[in-house]
């Protein structure tokens, strides 16, 4: 069965503090992983999509890399404004099968 | 341009009466999808529509959940007799194709009493 985990659950960081997000994925035959921000009491926010292992990319101060495995999401000298959850998903026949998400808080 | 719109934004209902939300996709995209989030939940599958093609409708809760898509643009999707637990945000998304990036709407936020 196809599935993503992400980890942490929660992340509280100071502004500038640089960190990463994990996406952990089973998934029979890769056809894209997709990074998306979401605000409270908005939808998801595409922010990038990676097909190979070795890919990737970066837009901002986020950077998202891709293994056979997992995938990161690096966040580099992070801000107030980049406060929000950020989801994992992956390809799934006619779907997104989606990770809970990882909320994270950045204090000035 | 205009992205993927969703309305109503909100909708309060009373247990046991029917509610329709309507999505309008982007214009040209020929994928159309309806996910669910609940409070504190991930994104859950609902509906797919590609094309002229039969919907993957894989997702659906139940029988009191259904959907259609007029003219390869705007979908609705009713729920019949709602219920409770039917309370959720409901996401709608389209793409250019059904293995490209999909792109999400605002929302419409149900709430049973």
């Known amino acids: 069965e196809d599935q993503v985990t992400q980890s942490p659950e929660a992340l509280r960081l100071q502004e500038g503090e640089s960190s990463s997000l994990n996406c952990s994925y089973t998934v029979s035959g890769l056809r894209g992983l997709f990074w998306y921000r979401q605000d409270p009491g908005k939808g998801p926010e595409f922010l990038f999509t990676?097909?190979?292992a070795g890919e990737e990319k970066e837009k901002e101060r986020l950077k998202a890399t891709l293994t056979k495995k997992e995938s990161f999401l690096h966040i580099t000298a992070p801000k107030p404004e980049d406060s929000a959850t950020y989801l994992c998903a992956v390809h799934s026949s006619n779907k997104l099968i989606f990770g809970a998400g990882t909320r994270l808080a950045v204090h000035p | 341009g205009a992205g993927v719109s969703q309305s109503p934004s909100n909708k309060v209902t009373e247990k046991g009466k029917d509610v329709e939300l309507r999505c309008d996709p982007i214009s040209g995209h020929t994928a159309l999808y309806w996910y669910r989030q609940s409070l504190g939940q991930g994104l859950e599958f609902l509906i797919y529509f590609q094309g002229n093609s039969a919907p993957d409708k894989s997702g659906l809760p139940s029988d009191r959940f259904s959907a259609e898509r007029t003219g390869g643009s705007v979908s609705t999707l009713t729920i019949q007799r709602t219920q409770q637990e039917d309370s959720a945000v409901y996401l709608c998304a389209s793409s250019q194709g059904p293995n490209n990036e999909q792109f999400f709407g605002p929302g419409t936020r149900l709430t049973v009493l």
């Open positions: 990676l097909y190979s």
